[in-house]
């Protein structure tokens, strides 16, 4: 929903680095479309809404923290 990543900037290489992703900034999405499976997302960037064909979707929120040695 920025413009801007907040991320690790080794975790942001890494992501730039994979040819099939696409980043869309200031972008949300508003409804997960398909009968039987997941066939396309209803997203709104910058208040227009547009539909973005798609296989499927991963939903990921940050990292679990590797500290349970500390």
């Given amino acids: 929903r920025r413009d801007v990543f907040r991320a690790d900037h080794s975790l942001i290489d890494s ?6 992703i ?3 900034f200031q972008t949300t999405v ?3 479309l398909g ?3 997941v066939e396309a997302l209803e997203i709104k960037t ?3 809404t547009d539909h973005l064909s798609v ?5 990921s929120i ?3 923290p590797e500290n349970q040695l500390y």
């Fill in 55 to 59: 296989d499927g979707i991963f939903i």
């Fill in 15 to 20: 992501l730039n680095r994979i040819q099939n």
């Fill in 30 to 32: 508003e409804k997960i």
């Fill in 46 to 48: 910058s208040g227009q």
């Fill in 62 to 64: 940050g990292l679990i």
């Fill in 22 to 24: 696409s980043v869309r």
């Fill in 35 to 37: 009968e039987n499976s």
